[in-house]
């Protein structure tokens, strides 16, 4: 494949290895080169050009300013769309390197260990060229004022959607998760990104909480009214643990609609719990004395100490999706994982690997010993009617366990039933 049309610019410090990598880029097609021989002339050069340049090939360890340092300044001033780092440097470094590239919206294509050979750059450049355009940043809506929010949540606007989570060992589903989305007059089906900020600046969060709370539990009561007998996981914000009583509030809740609080898991995420801690463990002990159980979810992005997490009575351990999707091809994610499984099991916490998309991801975690899992190679969000009906397509008898397993999430038999917008779907 030629690259004719992408312009590219070598970072590189040593004359011999800058000359190489040029050459090389000439024999792929690239014709539109720049080069520097250190992070001050380049940001010179690029600055001289006047545009972005499609893809920046970059040395790390450099006189003068190191690439670190030069990258960050590529990513402010919006200088190049893409990164290829060549360097000798340890893994951490890259790592880090390439995370705080994509931090800053810049495509990382590859990091490649010296000497630059043309097979790696050719399959770098590759990858560009498969890339999706950026799209262009969609207007946010309307800030919603406290009236409308009041009205959403009396008028019931905000709307309950439920991803399902699978035992791994078995393949049976044992639980859904609740998301919420908000059917806003005029400006149809929003997300949470679009609203919980609002939410939480108006103090509005127990009230939707509590909403999300009493639907649950009436779908529990439907589902076992059909055979489907699950647990359900619903999200509480940091907002709402600086009261007391809302513990008691959701309890009632629960009373109210006939509903065992060991069936419903409180989900908070880690770097949330683990700010103002005093006043959260309150709250925590509170839920649990009522029978509530409670999950630490995005587990690993947060700076929590394990002296933290065993103060809190956590009953289960949300692996974040950036790690379970990452951990296939990335030995670190992929250790981050197995510590996150073990340390579950010594803790006595359920595990639940969360954003799992593809059957590599399946596997891995499936045989890593994750006890649970959700995310879109099982199933998007759905309604919750649609729940049961779903259950008997992902069990259906004449389909192999593996088969189904690995085409339910996906495949034509659940998307016949569950035709719904990205915007519905969408966590």
Request: negative net charge; charged residues 25%; glycine residues 6%.
């Amino acid at each position: 494949m030629e690259f004719n049309g992408l312009s590219v610019i070598v970072v590189e410090d040593h004359d011999f290895q800058r000359r190489v990598a040029l050459r090389l880029l000439k024999q792929v097609g690239v014709a539109d080169l720049l080069e520097a021989c250190n992070g001050r002339e380049a940001l010179n050069v690029l600055m001289a050009r006047g545009e972005a340049v499609d893809v920046l090939v970059c040395d790390l360890d450099m006189p003068e300013m190191d690439g670190v340092e030069f990258i960050s300044h590529v990513a402010v001033n919006k200088l190049a769309r893409a990164l290829v780092v060549v360097s000798g440097v340890e893994v951490s470094i890259l790592h880090t390197v390439e995370t705080m590239a994509r931090a800053y919206g810049i495509q990382v294509l590859e990091t490649i260990p010296k000497p630059l050979s043309l097979q790696q750059l050719s399959e770098s450049l590759e990858g560009f060229q498969a890339s999706e355009p950026v799209a262009a940043p969609v207007a946010a809506p309307d800030q919603a004022t406290r009236e409308e929010l009041l009205r959403g949540i009396g008028k019931r606007e905000f709307l309950t959607f439920f991803q399902p989570k699978i035992a791994m060992a078995t393949g049976e589903l044992t639980g859904v998760e609740t998301l919420v989305r908000w059917y806003r007059p005029g400006l149809g089906v929003l997300t949470p990104k679009d609203f919980i900020h609002r939410l939480e600046e108006e103090g509005l969060m127990d009230e939707l909480t509590e909403l999300l709370m009493r639907q649950t539990c009436i779908y529990l009561r439907a589902w076992d009214d059909r055979g489907v007998s699950v647990n359900a996981s619903v999200n509480i914000s940091m907002s709402s643990l600086g009261d007391i009583q809302f513990a008691d509030k959701l309890h009632a809740v629960a009373r109210e609609e006939d509903c065992d609080p060991s069936r419903i898991t409180l989900e908070l995420t880690e770097s949330d719990v683990m700010t103002k801690i005093a006043n959260v463990l309150n709250v925590l002990a509170r839920f649990r004395l009522k029978g509530f159980r409670l999950s630490i979810d995005d587990f690993g992005t947060g700076y929590s100490t394990l002296k933290q997490l065993n103060n809190m009575p956590f009953t289960e351990l949300k692996i974040d999706q950036t790690f379970v999707q990452n951990a296939p091809g990335d030995p670190r994610s992929r250790a981050i994982v197995e510590t996150s499984l073990q340390l579950a099991r010594k803790l006595g916490l359920k595990s639940v690997a969360e954003g799992v998309e593809t059957r590599a991801q399946w596997d891995l975690m499936r045989s890593l010993g994750s006890d649970e899992a959700q995310g879109y190679f099982i199933s998007r969000p759905m309604p919750g009617h649609q729940l049961p009906d779903w259950k008997e397509l992902w069990l259906a008898p004449e389909v192999p366990e593996l088969q189904v397993l690995a085409g339910a999430g996906a495949g034509p038999r659940s998307s016949t039933l569950i035709a719904l917008p990205e915007c519905l779907t969408h966590r």
